[in-house]
């Protein structure tokens, strides 16, 4: 089991920023694609962005390009997410997630099914 603990999210107003972490348990997750997700209330759960194991090549919908970035540190076992200039369309739970095949990295989707309890953002004034 790829078990992954985010933090990191809160209330933040529009224009604000926010860095999530996920932090890996029991795997190492250098040899893993990894994805930033988020699900909003009554929506689906969408990809938000990805950074790949070896390159650390990075994608991201286009609703948050320009604004957030992710990162990876091996040596802590982490995965942050940089989020800055949110918007009130921000706002959801966010998770994250080793990706499941690796080639889904870039188009943001994953078959695993190995999530945390992820971490709540709101963006609101």
């Known amino acids: 089991q790829l078990s992954v603990v985010e933090s990191g999210g809160g209330l933040v107003q529009p224009g604000g920023s926010l860095r999530l972490s996920c932090v890996a348990s029991g795997f190492s997750l250098a040899t893993y694609p990894i994805g930033w997700f988020r699900q909003a209330p009554g929506k689906e759960r969408e990809g938000v962005s990805c950074i790949t194991a070896g390159d650390h090549s990075t994608y991201y919908a286009e609703s948050v390009k320009g604004r957030f970035a992710v990162s990876r540190d091996n040596a802590k076992n982490t995965v942050f997410l940089q989020m800055n200039s949110l918007k009130p369309e921000d706002t959801a739970v966010y998770y994250c997630?080793?990706?499941?095949?690796?080639?889904?990295?870039?188009?943001?989707?994953?078959?695993?099914?190995?999530w945390g309890q992820g971490t709540r953002v709101t963006v609101s004034s």
């Open positions: 997630a080793a990706v499941e095949p690796r080639s889904w990295c870039k188009s943001l989707r994953t078959r695993g099914d190995d």
